[in-house]
């Protein structure tokens, strides 16, 4: 089986191009060609496929073999495949995903390949029903108190297509993420488990971001939490309308005009190719 493995802003896939070659099992070669000891290494894999509907359609799967709705690292290492290996021809096209059909615009390098990719991330989704979370459905989450082991935070909840738990600390960097994100993504408010974003104010228009991604772990980007972090900066008055994310693998510039579709603006690259023999 041929992969390629591609990264946006460190957050790493294998992708398989499914124009071309079929997964009979994704859920399982997902575990097993994630594995960075014994697969390919990876936060998970992505299948690159036709669609009826848009240009490309992606499904995404986690390193443990869970199938996430979205993901906005990976939607624009999509594109930058599809572009560079000549699935398309426009360097404005749709791609399908499991929160919606999202718009992209690609901006070629002087080699005439894509290197870096605006994502139009669609409208966030601010409502309990939308994560899904327990308690009133229509009810938003912005700044609720919740106990954790032996902290007690302020979250601010956001879905966009995914779902995702804000929480402002003052020292990212000594902040111990692996504990404290299993429990919330564990935690019994959220049936489907959540993504968590711990973020450090640096100034109303930059932050630092960690992330904790559900099925997978603290990976070193993910633009559908940076997308979260931009809303819940509005929606608890911390920060502004445009937004420098500086992640660990990298930097996203990010835009939310408190209404409408929040956008996107990060890295595409592609690490390596090979072929993959299963198990």
């Not at 099992?25 to 097993?32: G, H, M």
């Not at 299948?47 to 906005?72: H, T, W, Y």
């Not at 290492?77 to 499991?98: N, P, Q, S």
């Not at 690259?269 to 198990?279: L, M, N, W």
Request: charged fraction near 25%; glycine fraction near 10%; aromatic fraction near 8%.
């Amino acid at each position: 089986m041929k992969f390629v493995k591609m990264h946006g802003a460190g957050n790493d896939y294998v992708y398989i191009d499914c124009f071309r070659q079929t997964v009979e099992d994704p859920e399982r070669l997902a575990r097993e060609i994630s594995d960075r000891h014994f697969g390919v290494g990876g936060d998970g894999l992505i299948l690159i496929e036709p669609s009826r509907q848009a240009d490309v359609k992606m499904r995404i799967f986690n390193a443990d073999g869970s199938e996430a709705e979205m993901c906005g690292n990976g939607v624009r290492c999509v594109a930058k495949y599809a572009f560079d290996h000549g699935l398309v021809d426009r360097t404005e096209i749709t791609i399908e995903t499991g929160a919606g059909n999202l718009p992209l615009t690609m901006f070629p390098n002087e080699r005439e390949q894509i290197d870096k990719v605006r994502v139009n991330m669609g409208r966030p989704r601010l409502t309990r029903g939308d994560l899904p979370m327990l308690g009133p459905a229509d009810e938003r989450v912005v700044n609720l108190h919740l106990d954790v082991l032996d902290r007690t935070f302020q979250i601010t909840c956001v879905s966009m297509g995914n779902p995702h738990c804000v929480i402002y600390v003052d020292r990212l960097k000594d902040f111990p993420v692996k504990k404290y994100g299993y429990a919330i993504e564990h935690n019994e408010l959220f049936p489907r488990r959540i993504n968590v974003e711990f973020v450090e104010i640096i100034s109303p228009h930059e932050v630092c971001q960690r992330t904790w991604e559900r099925g997978a772990g603290e990976t070193l980007a993910c633009g559908t939490g940076a997308s979260a972090v931009t809303v819940a900066g509005i929606l608890t008055g911390r920060t502004g309308t445009t937004l420098l994310n500086h992640l660990v693998g990298g930097d996203l510039e990010m835009t939310w005009d408190g209404e409408n579709e929040v956008f996107m603006t990060g890295p595409a690259a592609e690490v390596f190719s090979g072929e993959y023999i299963p198990r």
